[in-house]
T-cell receptor
């Protein structure tokens, strides 16, 4: 398996524009996580899905952020409208649930977002 | 909310030394704990996963221990190499399926 695949790797956009980040989890994994990493706050969980269903979106900072998982092999994180303070590296991770919850998490290479 | 602290924040050692990275967490009701490394500008690479029922896990030159009751984990790296230079992140996982990350230890191994 190629691992968790994210696209694009880098995104530069102007304030106010819509940004869509994409993620393909490892085949067979039933948990998918979106994280954001900044120097100030480190890694923060934004939202996670189990079997394509959003379970906890309490980490989503504002209504400008939305995430979807239309099928087991694809997820998107959308920011509309984008703001400079959204600049960060966004990571997608997936894991295989066993019993009471997910096990080892595998991360993608991240999308570095810069909003100017 | 789970608070994760990693000490030291940065560490510089000569090649060949053995070293220990420390991680402490406030909520001992964890499901497992995972250690990652992150290279500059890269994603996170999983190194070791310790289940809450385990006390340690080994992979090559790496050994991670877990003392769940005291809220501590250590990552031991034997015979360090320049290629080990990276940021190491500790992440306990709660029953809510959330990995809480520390701020990491930035390791530099000097040739």
């Amino acid at each position: 398996d190629a691992g968790v695949i994210q696209s694009p790797r880098h995104e530069v956009t102007e304030m106010g524009q819509e940004v869509t980040l994409r993620c393909k989890p490892i085949s067979g994994h039933d948990y998918l996580f979106w994280y954001r990493q900044t120097m100030m706050r480190g890694l923060e969980l934004l939202i996670y899905f189990n079997n394509n269903v959003p379970i906890d979106d309490s980490g989503m900072p504002e209504d400008r952020f939305s995430a979807k998982m239309p099928n087991a092999s694809f997820s998107t994180l959308k920011i509309q409208p984008s703001e400079p303070r959204d600049s960060a590296v966004y990571f997608c991770a997936s894991s295989l649930g066993m019993g009471r919850g997910p096990t080892e998490a595998f991360f993608g290479q991240g999308t570095r977002l810069t909003v100017v | 909310k789970q608070e994760v602290t990693q000490i030291p924040a940065a560490l510089s050692v000569p090649e060949g030394e053995n070293l220990v990275l420390n991680c402490s967490f406030t909520d001992s009701a964890i499901y497992n704990l995972q250690w990652f490394r992150q290279d500059p500008g890269k994603g996170l690479t999983s190194l070791l996963l310790i289940q809450s029922s385990q006390r340690e896990q080994t992979s090559g030159r790496l050994n991670a221990s877990l003392d769940k009751s005291s809220g501590r984990s250590t990552l031991y790296i034997a015979a360090s190499q320049p290629g080990d230079s990276a940021t190491y992140l500790c992440a306990p996982q709660t029953g809510a399926n959330n990995l809480f990350f520390g701020t990491g230890t930035r390791l530099t191994v000097i040739p």
